[in-house]
């Protein structure tokens, strides 16, 4: 039988570099010594990403950086995709993981909280598509600090997954929220208020005649409460409070009386 190609993903070995048994830097087939390292390459890259996007972020803009070929950014990183898988790693890595308290509703909270956080912080980890970053190091200690915050509450292994899952989702979703609504801002040149005031006439003329009486009532009730037509960080609170709401009322019907 033919030799079968090696399907597997050159970026394990570089996320990993730093622990178990894989080399600390990998060594070039040809070229010149290597000048930078891996780290420094990949912080270079989430440097880019949070200042200019992900979009920018490129093998020849990366290499550029330092005075490199293109060509050359290949013998340390094998292609794109796996600078990608890197940075959500390295950058997942720089943020310390708090103690968790022992409030079971208080853990629910730090995990999706944590989440937003530093998905505010680098957007651009709400882009990041078609790579598998989550088995990383750092994910990994991720992962098994989430799980430990749930660990305890009576759910089964499944669902406690699914509850990670539930948080960090949910989390994600209020990143973008926002991210979409500052890029509007950017955009538009103009707060959010400031659109609904220049177009308020407007949507009034071409709406007339239609009738939306609950749209209208409770439009108006979050308008006056939000001064815009949405308020992320409130949705953010009200809905994680649902959702752990659930996931406690769930644990406890399920624990032995």
Do not use: C
């Not at 070229?31 to 930078?36: A, F, I, T, W």
């Not at 200042?51 to 293109?70: K, P, Y």
């Not at 006439?201 to 005649?209: F, K, N, P, R, S």
């Amino acid at each position: 039988m033919p030799d079968q190609p090696d399907q597997s993903d050159p970026s394990l070995r570089l996320l990993w570099r730093h622990r178990s048994g894989a080399p600390v830097e990998p060594k070039p087939k040809r070229g010149p010594k290597q000048k930078v390292s891996v780290d420094e390459i990949v912080d270079a890259a989430i440097d880019v990403a949070d200042t200019e996007g992900l979009g920018a972020v490129t093998m020849r803009a990366i290499a550029q950086r330092f005075g490199l070929g293109a060509m050359t950014l290949y013998t340390y990183v094998p292609n794109r995709g796996a600078l990608l898988v890197l940075m959500v790693d390295q950058v997942i890595g720089r943020v310390e993981l708090p103690a968790l308290p022992d409030d079971p509703r208080g853990r629910l909270e730090l995990v999706a909280n944590l989440q937003h956080d530093e998905l505010r912080s680098h957007p651009w980890l709400l882009e990041v598509q078609d790579v598998r970053p989550w088995l990383g190091p750092n994910m990994s200690d991720r992962y098994e600090w989430q799980l430990q915050a749930i660990d305890g509450l009576g759910l089964s292994d499944l669902e406690m997954d699914q509850t990670v899952a539930v948080l960090v989702g949910f989390a994600a979703y209020i990143a973008r929220s926002e991210h979409m609504k500052r890029r509007a801002e950017q955009v538009t040149g103009m707060t959010e208020s400031q659109w609904w005031e220049a177009n308020y006439e407007t949507l009034d003329e071409v709406m007339a005649g239609s009738s939306y009486p609950l749209a209208n009532r409770v439009g108006t009730a979050a308008g006056e409460a939000y001064q815009a037509a949405s308020d992320p960080a409130s949705e953010l609170d009200y809905g994680l409070a649902r959702i752990i709401d659930g996931v406690l009322g769930h644990a406890a019907e399920r624990s032995p009386d």
